[in-house]
Structures are given as C-alpha cells and as structure tokens.
C-alpha cells in the first residue's frame, strides 16, 4: 500500500512539471482525498475530502505521503503522528503556513555530537545538519575558509562519545602585506604561492616576495610584496638660465644691473623609470628627443668703494633724500663738497658769535637745534643729509655761501 502512494506522489509532480496537465492534477487529488474510504491508502485520520495540500514528509529516515487540509506545518505534523523532542528541528518551521498543492517539510532529530577542534573537545546535542553549524551550536568562532570533517564514532572509548564526531579543520592565518594594505589571511595551502593565490594576489613578473613561494605556510607569519614596475615615457624639461657675472669698476659697490635678462632652455628626453609600490626609485635616459640651450643672463656688480670723507660716499643718501623732496642733488653735493669735503665730523676752526660750524653743511650748533637736530647727532652725516634736504626744499639754497 506504502508503494501505491509512493507511485501516486511519483505521477502528481511529473504531471505538476506540465501545465496542460491541471486537469489530471485535480484528478490525482480527488483519489488522494478518497483514499481513506476505498482503504487502498493510507492517509492521516486528519484528511478529509476538501484536503488542499499534499505533504512529502521526512522524519526519522522514512518519508511520508499524505494529504491535509492543516493550517500550519505543526498541525500537519500533529496529524501525521509526529513528536519534536526538545533541540529538534522542523524545516520549514512549525508556525509557518501550509499552502495548498504539494508541500515538503523535513524533521531533524537532536543528536549527540563530538565537535573536535586542534586539542579541545565539546559535546553538543542538536539537530543541525551542517557541520559548520554544529561547530557554532558548540561556541566556536569560525572563519569562511576554515573546512570540516563528519564522521561517525567508532571508538567510543578514546572519544568518551558516541554518535557523531565533527573536526575542525583550521585555515592558517598569516599576513600579507601588498599594495600598500596589510590582509589578514587564512589558508588551507601549504606553501606561500598557495596561500596567494587563495588571497586572489597575483604577482608581477619583477615583484619580489619577503618569503620564497614554495615556503610552508606558518601561523601568523608575514609576507611583504613589493610591485616592482617600470614605464618608459618622454619628459619635457627646463634648463635654467646661467647666471654670468661682470664686475664694474665705475659703480658703486652693493649696486647691480641685469645688462641681459636671459631666457631658459629646455630638453626632452626619453626615461626608463623604476618604481617599488609606485615610488621612482632610479630613471634612465634612453634618448635625447631635442633640446634648446638656454641664453645666460649677464649681470653688472659695481666694485667701486668710497670712504667716509669723501662726497661720493654720500651720494647715495644724497640722491636718496633729494628725490624725497623734490630737490637737485646734485646742489646737495655741491654745497657739501665747498663746505666740509665730504667729511661729516668738519669742524670750522673759527668761530661765529662764539660757535664753531660743523658736519658736511657746515651748521652752527644753534642752527642745527633749530632744524630740528641734537646735540647727539650733530656729527650724524645721514641725519645731516635729510635735515638739509628738508630745508633746501624749503628754503632753498640762499643759506649757503658755497653754491
């Protein structure tokens, strides 16, 4: 009778597979539904002649066929005759509803299961199917790469267990260092060239690697790659003008002109260049494409000194003063010259109502107060300078005897 079902479940989901064959679906349904009262079936003592759904049913390594019109998976189970012991588990789950047409739900028993991981052993019960899962049920942390074997306990004397037996099969860890980033990476290979390729790390045909490719993988060792690289590209580059220098004997010293400004060059070369991780570390010139020579640029340095006492020593300051006040420098230098020769320390021997005449311009000690001087820069030949530069543009040259 068993058979029979089996064959009936057989012919309803060839004929689901077509859809011209919904008429013979209904069919098939209506006898499932009947069975009970031909007794050529055997079926729940829950079914009835609305029945909607079909269940495939597996528990406990034997499947069951029937029909149902339960609300929910628990219902059907209830009807079937089926137990969850505490850890069982039920695909879909015992809440979900039960749709109309054919429907699987799977029962998974909680067993004993050993879960052996390097030196350390946990006993779980549970009902998972996944090794990988019945590794978490025990509290281990795993990684993607980590693998597993199931096996059934033979010894139960050396594994104190009996049931199922899950070892953990590690990955190794190491890290890579490349590209710039460290990866921490696990591996099931045994050699470094391995382990990269399982970090889908390809090397250039010039990298180079810390450690040799056919070298065992070890727990927390470090591999550094360094992308070495090179590019052959052509370079434009200035030359930088030269600077030529002439001395002048007729300009004061600290005085320079650009006789000739000068223009840059530049050249365009052809480079080999290195790189380590993209960082040039060497060049090389393959080929001069073309150059253009700079023109130097010519600058005149006066060399020409004058000393204190000498009028051409302060014609600078002169010249400076005067174009400040709008004056003739050249009357400066003139007056300066007749009255103390350019020397800003000159003490006239005679006096003048009691006073003796002093510095370049030759100023009573009262006339210079008045100007605005004192008596600690009576001898200050730069004070003395813009102090007469403020009174020439004031009062211009009639002051003077020497003009």
């Keep these: 009778m068993r058979n029979g079902i089996n064959t009936l479940a057989r012919i309803y989901y060839q004929l689901r597979a077509q859809p011209r064959n919904l008429i013979a679906i209904g069919i098939l349904i209506s006898i499932v539904s009947l069975g009970p009262s031909t007794g050529r079936w055997p079926v729940s003592a829950g079914a009835s002649a609305d029945s909607q759904a079909l269940i495939s049913l597996y528990a406990d390594g034997h499947q069951h066929l029937f029909s149902t019109s339960a609300g929910t998976v628990g219902e059907a189970l209830r009807q079937a005759g089926i137990t969850l012991a505490a850890g069982d588990l039920v695909e879909p789950s015992a809440s979900s509803p039960v749709p109309a047409g ?38 281990l942390i795993v990684y993607p790469e980590d ?13 104190s267990a009996v049931g199922e037996k899950v070892t953990v099969d590690r990955a190794t860890p190491l890290n890579i260092k490349v590209d710039g980033q460290d990866k921490l990476v696990r591996t099931q290979s045994a050699t470094v060239a391995g382990a990269l390729a399982d970090a889908g790390i390809s090397l250039g045909a010039q990298d180079t690697v810390t450690a040799p490719l056919t070298s065992p993988v070890v727990p927390g060792m470090s591999v550094d790659i360094t992308r070495v690289t090179e590019a052959v590209v052509t370079i434009t580059q200035p030359i930088a003008r030269p600077v030529k220098t002439i001395s002048d004997p007729t300009i004061l010293k600290g005085q320079t002109t650009v006789k000739q400004a000068g223009s840059d060059g530049q050249k365009t070369i052809t480079y080999r260049i290195h790189y380590h991780d993209g960082v040039e570390t060497a ?26 006492g000498s009028v051409e020593y302060w014609r600078p ?5 005067a174009a400040v006040w709008n004056i003739d420098p050249n009357m400066m230098l003139r007056i300066m010259s007749c009255e103390s020769h350019g020397n800003a320390t000159d003490v006239n021997p005679t006096t003048v109502a009691g006073e003796h005449a002093t510095g370049l311009f030759q100023y009573l000690p009262s006339t210079w107060r008045s100007a605005g001087g004192t008596d600690d820069n009576i001898f200050d030949g730069s004070v003395q300078i813009q102090l007469t530069a403020k009174k020439m543009a004031r009062y211009g040259t009639g002051a003077w005897a020497c003009k």
């Design 102 to 139: 054919p429907f699987n739900i799977n029962v998974y028993r909680a067993r004993p299961v050993l879960v052996q991981d390097g030196q350390r052993t946990y006993y779980v019960t549970s009902a998972y199917q996944s090794p990988r899962l019945l590794a978490l049920a025990a509290g």
């Design 317 to 321: 300051q002169v010249e400076a003063a």
């Design 283 to 308: 060049r090389e010139a393959l080929q001069l494409v073309s150059q253009t020579d700079p023109v130097p640029q010519i600058v005149v340095v006066g060399t020409k000194v004058y000393f204190a």
């Design 147 to 159: 693998r597993f074997n199931t096996q059934v306990v033979t010894n139960i004397v050396s594994d």
